[in-house]
C-alpha cells in the first residue's frame, strides 16, 4: 500500500498548504489530489480498523485486482459516473461474477464516498445502484436437492435404533427395544 507522499503537501514558512494538494478550485482540491483510484482505496482501507480477517482478505483482494486493471491507475478526478458505469459493465462482459463485482464496488463506492467528503472530488461516481447497470447473474444453491434430503431425513428416522446402538446410546432408542446381553 502506498503511504503519504511528502512531495504533494509542503506548508512554507507563512503556514500555508503549498504543492498539489494544496490548490483548489471552489473548495474541490485540483486534480483530486492527484490521487489515483488505487491510492484512494489504499487510503480508505488504511481508516478501517478492527475488521476480521475474512474480510480483510477481501479487502486484499479488491486492491490486487485493482492493481493488476488499468482502472486503478486512473486519476480519482477523471472517473464520472458513465465512467465508473461502462467499467462496472465490462467486468460483467469479461466474465467477473456478479458476486464478485459487488464486492468491488463495495470498496469503491466508500472509497470515493470519502473522496468526496475530503473535498477532492466533488461527486461519488458509484454512488448509483448495481441492478441499474448490472444483471445478478448468480443462482441460488442447494446445499441438497429436497428430494434427496427429504430421502436422508426419512432413512435417518428409519435406522436411528440401529445407529443408536451400534455408538452405545441407549437413551436414544426406542422405549420397547430390549438390550439383550
Known sequence: MTGFH???ERISPSGKKSGSLGKTRNGILYRGGD???????????NTKNGVRPTTQNGYRTVV??????PFGEKRIDKVRVLDAKEWIVGLQKKGKGYSSIH????????????AA????????PFDFELKEVLINDSSKRDAVEPSVE?????FGRMTRPIVSAMTGCLSCLKPDFEFQS
Do not use: T, W
Not at 490521487?35 to 482501507?45: A, D, M, Q, T
Not at 464486492?103 to 470519502?114: D, E, T
Not at 427429504?150 to 426419512?154: A, M, Q, S, T
Open 6 to 8: 511528502p512531495a504533494r
Open 35 to 45: 490521487l489515483s483510484v488505487l491510492e484512494l482505496v489504499e487510503k480508505y482501507l
Open 64 to 69: 490486487n485486482f485493482l492493481k493488476k486493471d
Open 103 to 114: 464486492s468491488i464496488r463495495g470498496v469503491l463506492r466508500p472509497a470515493f464516498a470519502l
Open 117 to 124: 467528503e475530503s473535498d477532492f472530488i466533488r461527486k461519488n
Open 150 to 154: 427429504k430421502r436422508f431425513l426419512d
